[in-house]
């Protein structure tokens, strides 16, 4: 086992969260999705819905997964899935330290997340 990878008593997570601090076309933000299932799914993880907001900086996306994961294994996807990258170091340090609420995006108040992606995809699978 590596340094900072000990099983830490934390709750698994079904929910992963993304913070992208820039702005891209919709064509391309429907690439990403597209890129989020199948990256979830090389790791043997089924999503269920894609919702995001959209933020002063960017966007934040929030992955419903079938199965919930361990926190090192959610932060290691949220990591390949393109999360911030200072955001992925802070969240490794608050799971070894045991923080229960290690995985925060932060909303303004009365934000809606809105559907991304809900459970079918819309192209052929490959």
């Known amino acids: 086992m590596r340094r900072g990878e000990e099983s830490v008593d934390l709750p698994k997570q079904d929910v ?9 076309d ?8 597209e890129s989020i299932l199948d990256t979830c799914k090389k790791h043997g993880v089924t999503v269920l819905s ?16 079938d199965l919930p994961v361990d926190a090192h294994t959610a932060n290691s996807l949220q990591y ?3 999360d911030d990258a200072k ?5 490794r340090a608050r799971i070894e330290s045991g ?3 290690w995985n925060k995006l932060f909303e303004a108040v ?3 997340p809105r559907p991304q992606y809900t459970g079918t995809r819309t192209k052929t699978e490959t």
């Open 16 to 24: 992963l969260k993304i913070d992208k601090d820039c702005f891209v």
């Open 26 to 33: 919709a064509r391309l933000n429907g690439q990403y999705v």
């Open 50 to 65: 894609v919702k995001s907001t959209q933020t002063q900086h960017g966007m934040h996306f929030y992955i419903k997964v």
């Open 80 to 82: 390949l899935l393109g």
């Open 87 to 91: 955001r992925v170091a802070f969240n």
């Open 99 to 101: 923080l229960v609420g």
């Open 110 to 112: 009365g934000r809606k």
